[in-house]
């Protein structure tokens, strides 16, 4: 199976920081990733597909990057709203995996 | 607008069953791949099956295979998961859950959106 470990696990920021959050494969992926983001009581929302792909209805102020075991997620000017936790997830084989999340919370 | 529900979720005695349903609307349900995910209270997302738009193929996590079973009825633009053998570790919110787009050729796109608000299953005795 495909490991994925986020880093870090959590984050303080203020509004209108800029939020990198990273996320390692175990084995190279090419850019089979997608990134979440889940409010509490919430279900996950798709924010970013094939590493860099934004979904549609997904503030420009998102975006992803990398391929390969190495990906980020970034939140270039962090909003009220982005408060959440935000997970990875392989596309690359089965069984499909998630990283362990990042919560990104109030500074 | 595509909209998935979720329902069956409840209280369960472990070794128990369950069946859960989840009811799409505002997309051709056939055209579709649909997933199982689960999140245990307080943790992380774990995917656990995938069915074809025909229910041809289907595959499931090491922790489900031969206990869960994924299906559908494309005439009811219904999915299902029955849960057989639970134990406590099955506790979690289901989700279902969309691939984004069409497979073709073999190849899926293998992103979630959207998905349903999840119905949350207990196994305690």
């Known amino acids: 199976d495909i490991q994925m470990t986020q880093s870090p696990s959590s984050v303080s920021a203020s509004v209108g920081d800029r939020v990198t959050i990273t996320c390692r494969a175990s084995q190279g992926i090419s850019s089979s990733l997608a990134w979440y983001q889940q409010k509490p009581g919430k279900a996950p929302k798709l924010l970013i597909y094939?590493?860099?792909s934004l979904q549609s209805g997904v503030p420009s102020r998102f975006s992803g990057s990398g391929s390969g075991t190495d990906f980020s997620l970034t939140i270039s000017s962090l909003q009220p709203e982005d408060f959440a936790t935000y997970y990875c997830?392989?596309?690359?084989?089965?069984?499909?995996?998630f990283g362990g999340g990042t919560k990104v919370e109030i500074k | 607008e595509v909209q998935l529900l979720e329902s069956g979720g409840g209280l369960v005695q472990p070794g128990g069953s369950l069946r859960l349903s989840c009811a799409a609307s505002?997309?051709?349900?056939?055209?579709?791949?649909m997933n199982w995910v689960r999140q245990a209270p307080g943790k992380g997302l774990e995917w656990v099956s995938v069915i074809s738009d025909s229910a041809s193929i289907t595959y499931y996590a090491d922790s489900v295979k031969g206990r869960f079973t994924i299906s559908r009825d494309n005439s009811k633009n219904t999915l299902y998961l029955q849960m057989n053998s639970l134990r406590a570790e099955d506790t979690a919110v289901y989700y279902c859950a969309k691939y984004l787009g069409y497979c073709s050729g073999g190849s899926c796109p293998r992103w979630f959106d959207p998905w349903g608000q999840g119905t949350l299953v207990t196994v305690s005795s």
């Open positions: 997830q392989q596309a690359n084989s089965f069984p499909l995996t």
């Open positions: 094939a590493a860099s």
């Open positions: 505002g997309f051709t349900f056939s055209n579709y791949a």
